[in-house]
């Protein structure tokens, strides 16, 4: 069975860093692209960021670009988020999610296993 | 970036009537493989998102088939036929042909 599990959200200040993981199972975790996706209070479903299967290509939501990093080790199956410079419009839940391979390919997979979600709260 | 628009934002239904909900893209969702690469999802309270259809029109694995995809290019649609009280939530397009990937604003569904 597929499981995605998220940790590290916690309440920090301005400013401040955070590390969120998200422990995979179920699956050849390196085999597949990896999102994580956030949702903010009251507000809708926000992608962030991506990375490819082996950890050498990522990309970023132009909000979060240059303050959080995605990274991933494939021995441990875990995804994370380094979030640096958090601001209080980071506050929100954060999902990782798992792209759809098809063909070989997972660039154009849709997200079909998600995790619980992890919270984030930016405030001082 | 990609664009993403739906209507309407709220959606009251009664159980057993059907339901749809429109998104429209700023840019043509169609790859030079045919694919419309349009994904629905939905957020149940208290839940984690789930998907619905990818690919515009194609059920996802579990997904009942009273819930159905249609349209291209720009225009698609999401119908339940037959509400029942389980499909309350928020329901979200997203485009996936281009990074950053880009979803749509929601659309809650609730019973009347």
């Known amino acids: 069975e597929v499981q995605l599990v998220e940790s590290g959200g916690d309440l920090v200040q301005p400013g401040g860093s955070l590390r969120l993981s998200c422990a995979a199972s179920g699956f050849t975790f390196s085999r597949y692209w990896m999102h994580w996706v956030r949702k903010a209070p009251g507000k809708g479903l926000v992608w962030v960021s991506r990375?490819?299967?082996?950890?050498?290509?990522?990309t970023y939501a132009g909000s979060v670009k240059g303050r959080f990093a995605i990274s991933r080790e494939n021995a441990n199956n875990t995804l994370y988020l380094q979030m640096t410079n958090l601001r209080a419009e980071d506050t929100a839940v954060y999902y990782c999610?798992?792209?759809?391979?098809?063909?070989?390919?997972?660039?154009?997979?849709?997200?079909?296993?998600w995790g619980q979600g992890t919270l984030v709260t930016v405030s001082s | 970036d990609f664009v993403m628009t739906q209507s309407p934002l709220s959606l009251p239904v009664t159980p057993g009537e059907s339901a749809s909900i429109s998104c429209r893209s700023s840019q043509s969702l169609v790859h030079s493989d045919g694919h419309s690469y349009l994904d629905w999802y939905l957020q149940k309270p208290g839940q984690s998102p789930q998907v619905l259809i990818y690919?515009?029109?194609i059920r996802a694995p579990g997904v009942p088939d009273r819930f159905s995809g249609g349209g291209s290019g720009t225009h698609f649609t999401l119908k339940i036929s037959r509400v029942e009280a389980e499909d309350v939530g928020v329901y979200y397009c997203?485009?996936?042909?281009?990074?950053?990937?880009?979803f749509g604003q929601g659309t809650k569904v609730e019973i009347k």
């Open positions: 990375v490819n299967g082996d950890g050498s290509s990522a």
């Open positions: 690919l515009g029109s």
């Open positions: 997203m485009q996936a042909l281009q990074t950053p990937r880009t």
């Open positions: 999610a798992r792209a759809h391979c098809s063909g070989g390919s997972c660039y154009y997979g849709h997200f079909d296993y």
